[in-house]
């Protein structure tokens, strides 16, 4: 019958990791075979008759995959439409068993490959970044395609997948501006002399009514991370005359982040934006709260990585690295040897429980250099502690965790990059407590006024993703664009280049 047939024939269609489709040999995407041997390898966008509406829905839905920065032509939109308007039309020649499978096969896998990048991304984020330690999502979308189907719902089932995250949203509606703009023949040019400028900044949405030219080129430089002095300078000018196809690819490549972050409901992690200098505690999916922070500086930049959050440490020890105690440090006690009895450091030697104390007197500072220096520096809480009151723990490679400062006159600069790559947080023992379960505020004060160090194991680890974004929208609705300072994005693009779709 029928359906024995053409389950003969999709069998022959799908050859390992690959598949017969629109006449040719092509990669099949994840669970494609595991998908139909559960169904017996019958058919499941198409009858006896030919392809049900919920083919047309989902060739609707990829043929519009630019909307999430995604290419219609990765998910074979074309083909899919091609395939179905002959069938509409009654092409003889195209109805036939073996293209009506070909054409169900194209559903599929078009289906599997879009949803799993719209709930993780294109690329594995451990492939880009060397240390990704929260889950990274796996499966499901073959047991979501047959849901879908049952239910007649591809459409909603595709929409859930999408990152419910407000800046992901934000970038697609910058993106559709962009493209809109570049539809229309792109930017202005702008002379040096300022010939275009209104133009293109009124385009950009920096020259609104009642803006003066210095307020509009302010603002974009702003946006832009240039120096804000109102003036069209060489640097000014330079962005102001990028080309808007290198911006519209710079917003989908950040969108390609957004995607590896969790995107359910309940979700709850902590996120450090580095580009924005700020962290995000996120709870049942939604920002509840943000905070300023400071990030590394350009020698020290803080890393692109991913890890759990397993404690929060009040009235922490500061164990000096190596790094810091031979560059800084060091250089100091050689001037004056009393610099660590007034800041309450402690020198040590050896490790665990070869670890001594040493008298820093009997040290000869003058003589020692960064070869022979084998001394550890551990300072006590409080005070000059640059740890401040807090500080929260996630293992990772790089020695990175959120912490107070004492210095909180730095969370009033713009540009906040001044640690050696560890986050300085604002409202420390407030993020803390939102953090832990069942502490306050309060009772985190109360600890730190006693001078009490405590250790506070998390309920449950809380995954931290630490992430540069080179292009997101602020609350005013502004896109930023940034340099790739990280060299994440080209990271990314390379990535991307490499994989077979």
Known sequence: DWSAQSAEVLRAQIRGGEALMDGRLMPAAPGLSTFYMQRGDRLAWSGPSGPGAQADVLHRIVERADEDGLSPAVYQASAIGQRLLSWRKGDAAHRTLRDLVELD?????????????????????????????????????????????????????????????????????????????????GWPSVRPQGEGLRARL??????????????ALYRFQKRRHLDPNGLLDEDTLAALNRPIAEQIAQIEINMERWRWLPHDVDARYLLVRLDDYAVDMVSGGQRVHTARAIVGSEFWRTPIFSARMT??????????????????????????????????IFLSRGEGMQARSVNPQQVRWSQLSAADFDYRFTQKPGGSNPLGKVKLVFANPYSIYVHDTPNQQLFERAKREFSHG????????????????????????????????????????????????????????????????????????????????
């Not at 609104?208 to 030219?213: E, L, N």
């Open 105 to 185: 096969l194209l559903l599929s896998n078009a289906f599997l490959l879009y949803g799993s990048h719209l709930l993780r991304g294109r690329v594995d984020p451990r492939t880009v970044h060397d240390f990704w330690e929260a889950p990274y999502v796996q499966g499901g979308i073959a047991d979501l395609l047959q849901t879908a189907l049952d239910l007649q719902r591809v459409g909603p089932a595709l929409d859930q997948l999408r990152p419910p995250q407000r800046g992901y949203e934000n970038l697609q509606h910058a993106l559709r501006r962009y493209r809109t703009i570049a539809a229309s023949g």
């Open 202 to 215: 009124e385009m950009s949405g920096d020259w609104s009514s009642g803006s003066s030219q210095r307020d």
């Open 311 to 344: 404690e929060v440490v009040v009235n922490p020890y500061w164990y000096v690295p190596r790094s810091i105690a031979v560059a800084e440090i060091l250089p100091i006690l050689q001037q004056d040897p009393a610099y660590l009895e007034r800041s309450g």
């Open 422 to 501: 560890c986050i300085r947080v604002e409202d420390s023992l407030l993020l803390s407590a939102m953090v832990l379960d069942g502490w306050s505020e309060a009772a985190l004060e109360d600890l730190v006024e006693r001078g009490e160090n405590r250790r506070i194991a998390l309920a449950k680890p809380l995954p931290v993703f630490v992430l540069y974004w080179t292009a997101w929208v602020d609350m005013d609705g502004l896109l930023h664009l940034r340099e790739d300072a990280y060299q994440s994005d080209a990271a990314l693009r390379s990535a991307l280049r490499k994989i077979r779709f």
